[in-house]
């Protein structure tokens, strides 16, 4: 992929470029790079664990999760500048057991993100105030050791005021799962027993990553499961009754994990436990590596970033 197609957006290409945030878990780093792999730089080290990240390209930030030891209720999110700098924990350890991927919801000023051992859906103020659990799934080391409880991927629809998050199960045991609730917990309920919790799709090997295209209402979502199933990206639109099957669109990815979606460039970033980065049109067509054995990788974020005056 060329300089055209690192900076193609919808805003003008001349005032933008796109920019890729990748985690590589195994090496606790965030690379920093253009859409098309040049000009990678490591902009954040000593992470513990990172999985999931977000951009607040307005106020020139990151956000990103990490699951520390999952054992021990030591996760933690953190804030950076968009270089790297300034760097700051949100959520401090204590406040998430082990923090997987994270949605910015900038209309709002929320964090969203998914509590897997934890096994809650949470969000937070930008600054880290008033720690919210608007999903509970489980309670206690019984039910801690159910991975069928374990919430992973989540996004968010302000626009219908929803929530989409992923219970992904044991490891290709197909019993993964999808479901959707109200941003705000129904009046009067609790968020172990909310009556407006809707499950979309069942029998899936392991959802990861969820991510919404807000204009046409279609779900995407990574499997990390055994093919054919398994090792995929998936797409579904949020308006079809329950059950309607998902269209597999992507194939042969090794364990994939991340996915972010450039809507306007009609294209997606994928990443997985291999190291690979890939990009692919939203129908799935084109697609293609284009960076390789880059440690074990996790969540990825795209955006389009402001250049600067010279």
């Known amino acids: 992929m060329g300089q055209d197609s690192a900076t193609k957006s919808h805003s003008d290409q001349k005032c933008t470029i796109g920019r890729l945030f990748v985690l590589e878990a195994s090496g606790g780093r965030i690379h920093a790079m253009n859409a098309d792999g040049s000009d990678s730089r490591v902009i954040v080290s000593e ?12 106020a020139g930030h990151i956000y990103w999760t990490n699951m520390g030891v999952p054992d021990r209720n030591d996760g933690t999110i953190e804030r950076a500048d968009l270089d790297g700098g300034n760097r700051t924990i949100v959520i401090a350890a204590g406040g998430t057991f082990t923090p997987k991927q994270i949605h910015l ?22 600054d880290g105030t008033n720690i919210e659990t608007l999903v509970k799934t489980g309670d206690g080391d019984d039910d801690r050791r159910d991975a069928t409880k374990w919430c992973v991927g989540i ?12 219970q992904k199960g044991p490891d290709n045991a197909s019993v ?9 917990i129904p009046e009067g309920e609790d968020p172990a027993g909310r009556s ?17 295209d807000l204009e046409n209402h279609v779900l995407y979502w990574t499997d990390r499961g055994n093919p054919p199933l398994g090792n995929t990206v998936n797409r579904a639109s949020v308006d079809a009754p329950n059950g309607d099957r998902a269209d597999i669109i992507v194939n042969d990815l090794m364990e994939g994990i991340g996915i972010a979606l450039d809507v306007a460039g009609d294209r997606m970033f994928i990443t997985d436990l291999a ?33 600067k005056e010279k």
């Open 275 to 307: 190291g690979s980065v890939y990009t692919a049109r939203l129908d799935g067509s084109g697609k293609r590596p284009f960076l390789f054995a880059q440690g074990n990788l996790t969540g990825i974020a795209y955006a389009d970033i402001p250049l």
């Open 105 to 126: 919801e900038k209309r709002s000023g929320k964090l969203y993100w998914c509590d897997r051992e934890g096994m809650r859906v949470m969000r937070a103020n930008l």
């Open 155 to 166: 996004t968010v629809d302000p626009d219908r005021g929803q929530i989409y998050w992923t």
């Open 196 to 212: 407006d919790v809707e499950l979309l799709f069942d029998k899936l090997p392991e959802p990861i990553d969820l991510e919404l």
């Open 47 to 58: 992470c513990k664990i990172p999985d999931g990240i977000v951009v607040d390209v307005q």
């Open 176 to 184: 993964g799962r999808i479901f959707r609730a109200a941003m705000e």
